[in-house]
């Protein structure tokens, strides 16, 4: 079963860090590009962070830019995200999602989802 | 960064009648544009990709149109199981996606 779980989450202070990690099984995980996708409680989503499959392409969202770091080990078929300087509108369920491979290409829409981590900053 | 938006923000809906779904891109993203379903408590699904391929098990019921900036999610008879939150994202510009901010679907 292709499955992601995510990792890491908790309470934290603002201004501290946490690291997020994201567990992938059933897939080929090297040959995907993964992705970070967070929602604020009772949100909408918003798009954190995406990697392409060698590490070669990131992206980030403006409002985490400089602050949060996307990175994989495919060698452990995880992904990871290092949030730095947290703030409270961090605060959010944060989710990985895989991209879609439709047999001819790759596709950036999400078609497998973790269930979440839960990120709360507060002091 | 692109600009996804939604409407309407809640439809209200009687079962067995046709939703129907907009969403807007501040420019054109081709037909980059994916719709996802969320119930609460879950984790979203995808629907519709490419604007229109409807996605692995998905019913025929969902549809997905448009191209460019002008964006429809049709559902022609709603089931018990269709009342949730659905949001669309574009994903035209690698690796800089947006998710528009979602359209409630509940029972009239």
């Known amino acids: 079963e292709v499955q992601l779980e995510e990792s890491g989450g908790g309470l934290v202070q603002p201004g501290r860090s946490l690291r997020l990690s994201c567990a992938a099984s059933?897939?080929?995980?090297?040959?995907?590009?993964i992705h970070w996708v967070r929602q604020a409680p009772g949100k909408g989503l918003e798009w954190v962070s995406g990697?392409?499959?060698?590490?070669?392409?990131?992206g980030y969202a403006d409002s985490v830019k400089g602050r949060f770091t996307i990175s994989r080990d495919n060698a452990k078929n995880s992904l990871y995200l290092q949030m730095n300087s947290l703030r409270a509108e961090d605060t959010a369920l944060y989710f990985c999602?895989?991209?879609?491979?439709?047999?001819?290409?790759?596709?950036?829409?999400?078609?497998?989802w973790g269930q979440g981590t839960m990120v709360t900053v507060s002091s | 960064e692109i600009v996804m938006t939604q409407s309407p923000a809640t439809l209200s809906v009687s079962p067995g009648e046709r939703a129907t779904l907009s969403c807007r891109a501040s420019q054109s993203v081709r037909s980059n544009l994916a719709w996802y379903q969320q119930k609460p408590g879950q984790a979203p699904r995808l629907l519709i990709y490419g604007a229109s391929t409807r996605a692995t098990g998905i019913p025929a019921r969902f549809s997905g149109s448009g191209s460019g900036s002008e964006f429809t999610l049709t559902i022609s008879s709603l089931q018990s199981e269709d009342f949730a939150v659905y949001y669309c994202q574009q994903y035209n510009n690698w690796p800089s996606f947006t998710f528009g901010p979602g359209t409630k679907v509940d029972i009239k």
């Open positions: 990697i392409n499959y060698n590490s070669r392409s990131l």
């Open positions: 059933g897939f080929t995980f090297e040959n995907y590009a």
């Open positions: 999602a895989k991209e879609h491979y439709d047999g001819s290409g790759y596709i950036g829409a999400f078609d497998v």
